[in-house]
């Protein structure tokens, strides 16, 4: 059974750092890419980061320099560090995993399914 389950979020202020943590199971790092995305109501879900199984990384134009994608393989945890925060990146924050994440990423294509999801944690920057 695939589990993401998410930890971290919260509240921080402009210019502040925060990591979140996805915890994944059920799945080898060869078969899938990870990442991040992130929503905000009324507006699409826009990916910001992805890692594939070969530890190539792709970043989203709104986050590169700023967010970081990481992961632990001994421990299948996937990382977000996100510094530089600004209020325009409150949104609630996504893992997931799908063979073609980085292409979704990337604007290329769709999912290729199965594409798997953590619970979501709410970001919120205060200016």
């Known amino acids: 059974q695939v589990q993401l389950q998410q930890s971290g979020g919260g509240f921080v202020q402009t210019g502040g750092s925060m990591r979140l943590s996805c915890i994944v199971s059920g799945l080898t790092k060869e078969e899938t890419s990870l990442g991040w995305f992130r929503q905000v109501p009324g507006k699409e879900r826009e990916g910001l980061a992805c890692?594939?199984?070969?530890?190539?990384?792709h970043y989203g134009d709104a986050v590169k320099g700023r967010f970081t994608i990481s992961r632990d393989n001994d421990k299948n945890i996937l990382f977000l560090q996100m510094n530089a925060l600004k209020p325009e990146d409150t949104a609630m924050y996504y893992c997931a995993a799908d063979r073609y994440l980085c292409s979704v990423v990337r604007g290329l294509y769709g999912f290729g399914g199965p594409t798997y999801w953590g619970q979501g944690a709410q970001v919120t920057v205060s200016s």
């Open positions: 890692i594939t199984g070969t530890d190539g990384t």
